[in-house]
């Protein structure tokens, strides 16, 4: 039977940090969310932020992640931490921040290298604007573009992966979309820029998660995947499948007839309104385990394939209600 893989967003595991270490005081160390997570029956990798997650050398963080029976999926870099890059990392409007951003990177992509990972997440929260006449838009495409394209170019080995989200913390986007976001990669030109498809910031961006990773396969490849669930008002970071069980069912059937091979990766936030982040995880992988095999299923449904090249949406919707619902 194939194993998934399945990773989890580490900073999940600081939810109700009194219950499990009764005696803390303030946040609970990187080793101590990496050994608490690595209780999840399932999980088999983590993701860490860079370089927020790195206060040791990488190949001791590396062995004791090994040690609580985890891998490390994919690094992510997080700009948020340097205060210079408030106005934008690769699009900042004084060249030496950009330097400083694009070199930031390139030692994340290094250190991920050291911790047995190819994969480098990049969400540029910080790059966009706010106001009309605030922006060069020319300008900042550019910019982004070239920063991009210098950090594919240094780590040709290494799956470039971008993260698009519409706003938040920043008005608006610079990569707010999947076309925008297509377009940046066809601009970029490089052979290892893909897409992390986060499934609430697509839901934010008013678009259907299985026709955004359809359109994401004809140009390129999904490097990253990021379940969750959210009411498209914003990223809110719910449990997999509990605001949009058909959509999320949709994407992964999507997903597996794609060959996508990469790992589940929950970006949910328990600590939000302080769940237990193990048994959280634990129903996010049983969830994903049972729509994955109900996907799989789907592919024998002669019915269901003459549905939607009729896009008969009643007989379709009667034919996976009775997977979801019960026949």
């Known amino acids: 039977m194939e194993k998934l893989r399945f990773a989890t967003r580490l900073n999940s595991f600081a939810s109700k940090a009194h219950s499990y270490w009764p005696s803390i005081k303030g946040k609970p160390t990187i080793r101590q969310m990496i050994e608490r997570a690595s209780k999840v029956k399932g999980l088999t990798d983590v993701d860490l932020n860079y370089p927020q997650h790195l206060n040791e050398a990488p190949k001791e963080l590396g062995k004791f992640i090994t040690d ?111 076309s925008t976001t297509l377009l940046a990669i066809s601009d970029i030109g490089a052979k290892n820029i893909g897409v992390t498809l986060d499934f609430a910031h697509v839901l934010y961006a008013d678009e259907m998660p299985a026709f955004a990773a359809a359109m994401i396969a004809r140009r390129t490849k999904i490097m990253g995947l990021h379940l969750n669930d959210g009411y498209h008002k914003r990223d809110d970071g719910l449990m997999v499948a509990s605001a949009n069980p058909k959509a999320t069912l949709e994407l992964i059937w999507q997903l597996r007839k794609a060959g996508f091979d990469g790992a589940y990766y929950f970006d949910t936030f328990p600590d939000a309104s302080g769940l237990d982040p193990v048994h959280e995880c634990e129903v996010n992988i049983q969830t994903v385990n049972q729509l994955v095999k109900i996907a799989d299923q789907l592919n024998s449904v002669d019915q269901l394939n003459v549905a939607i090249a009729n896009q008969d949406a009643v007989s379709s919707q009667g034919i996976i209600n009775q997977f979801l619902l019960g026949r």
């Not at 870099?77 to 408030?86: A, G, I, K, W």
């Not at 300008?139 to 992966?161: G, H, M, N, T």
């Open 68 to 178: 609580c029976g985890l891998n490390v999926n994919g690094m992510a870099m997080r700009y948020s931490t340097n205060p210079e890059f408030q106005l934008g990392a690769f699009t900042h409007p004084d060249e030496k921040v950009r330097r400083e951003a694009i070199e930031l990177t390139k030692r994340g992509i290094d250190c991920g290298r050291e911790l047995g990972t190819n994969l480098m997440t990049i969400w540029l929260g910080q790059d966009g604007f706010d106001y009309s006449f605030q922006a060069d838009y020319n300008k900042i495409w550019d910019d982004l573009i070239y920063a991009f394209r210098e950090v594919a170019e240094y780590a040709p080995d290494c799956d470039i992966s971008i993260e698009y989200k519409p706003n938040e913390p920043r008005s608006f986007s610079i990569l707010p979309d999947v």
